[in-house]
């Protein structure tokens, strides 16, 4: 048996996100799908995370466990053939057989793209977040620094069906800042992990403390892990992108 490695690029816009879903179009359901052709049995492709529907990914990261002998290119090439246009496998290789995409991770780098001109170029549009209106980007990258460290996130984090099991909503963010070029305001952030919703509910709180709604304090206390506490706005999922999954060097 094989253990599969896959970097991932996709267009989230047309999909419910990375998660298989009844009856919806996903990622991990189309991969899944050919897979099945490839091996002849049913195949679990497991991720480095769940996407929520309409989030894009430069690099998203998974694994698959293959019988199969075909070689990693032409491998490359059949996956590539079968996919929508909107999903391309970037790179294909062989791996560890305990390789986990999810549970081998160190860390993860997402970006959110904010539009403040008044026109959104159409080509764009799919994958911005307009938001043209009055606000001090300085109130905004001076939030962001407040994410730094390590937290808990239970007020940024939606509900999810592994809250039952109980697990820590504590992360550790390593950066968290933003900049802007021309009319792009380009949010960065990088972490333990993420939970559901995490990132696009921070980016709706940077833009209240950037329109004065939201003080420094106010996020702190979001951050304290009080119960009942919930944080929004949430941003739109089209402006947020996987950027890359990072792993321990090989070496």
Known sequence: MRRIKLTITYDGTDFHGWQVQPSLPTIQANLEEIFRGIEGRPV????????????????????????NPIPTANLKKAINRLLPPTVRVVTVEEVDPGFHPRYDAISKTYEY???????????????LHHYPYP???????????????????SAFAASDDRDAEGRSKVRTIFRS???RCGDLLTYRVTGSGFLKHMVRNIVGTL??????????????HLLSGAPGLRANPTAPG??????EVQYPRSD
């Not at 793209?113 to 994958?127: A, D, H, K, T, Y």
């Not at 833009?207 to 702190?220: Q, V």
């Open 177 to 179: 800042d933003g900049r």
């Open 207 to 220: 833009l209240e403390a950037g329109k004065g709604n939201l003080s420094e304090n106010d996020i702190k």
């Open 135 to 153: 606000m001090s980007e300085v109130a905004f990258y001076a939030a962001s620094t407040l994410f730094v460290g390590k937290h808990d996130f």
């Open 238 to 243: 089209k402006g947020l992108f996987l950027v």
């Open 44 to 67: 679990h492709v497991a991720g480095s995370g769940r996407t929520d529907a309409g989030v894009h990914a430069l690099a998203q990261v998974a694994a698959v466990s293959l019988e």
């Open 113 to 127: 793209r904010i539009w403040r001109g008044e026109v959104v170029p159409p080509f764009e549009q799919r994958f």
